[in-house]
């Protein structure tokens, strides 16, 4: 499982944890492109979650 506070904006992040075995993504969500790391997690099997939070602001 992959927890973040950040955004997935690209794909090839998605992809690199597919890589890595992980199962599960939770992430606040909120990109313009977040349908590409949806396509990402759908071609390696991964749950993905947008909480729509995020802690951290700047």
Do not use: Q, Y
Request: hydrophobic content about 50%; some cysteine.
């Amino acid at each position: 499982m992959l927890a973040s506070d950040a955004f997935f904006p690209f794909r090839d992040s998605v992809e690199a944890v597919g890589k890595k075995s992980v199962t599960a993504i939770i992430a606040p969500g909120g990109s313009i492109r977040d349908s590409e790391s949806i396509e990402a997690a759908n071609d390696f099997d991964i749950a993905m979650v947008w909480s729509g939070i995020r802690c951290f602001l700047h």
